[in-house]
């Protein structure tokens, strides 16, 4: 039983991740600023890999959201323009 419990867990994880596809504008704002995934993943502290998988829609933890918007010079009060109103 235990067991189930176990991946009952895991899953609660990956929902509240977001592992879904998510519309988010990191992309497209990044692209307006001239920077490329490196470099943002350089200025926000995460993998590049990781930049890639939330352009591409999948989710991530809020700190990460909080390190991107400020990898890109915007107020986390204007998170809303990259990830819609739910940071």
Excluded at 6 to 28: P, R, W
Excluded at 32 to 44: D, G, H, T
Aim: glycine share 12%.
């Amino acid at each position: 039983m235990a067991g189930i419990e176990k991946v009952a867990g895991a899953m609660e994880v990956e929902d509240q991740m977001g592992q879904e596809g998510q519309e988010n504008s990191v992309k497209i704002y990044r692209e307006q600023l001239f920077i490329s995934k490196s470099e943002l993943a350089r200025k926000a502290g995460i993998s590049p890999a990781t930049v890639d998988r939330i352009e591409r829609g999948k989710g991530c933890h809020p700190e990460t959201k909080w390190k991107i918007i400020r990898a890109l010079g915007l107020e986390q009060s204007e998170g809303g323009k990259l990830f819609g109103d739910d940071n």
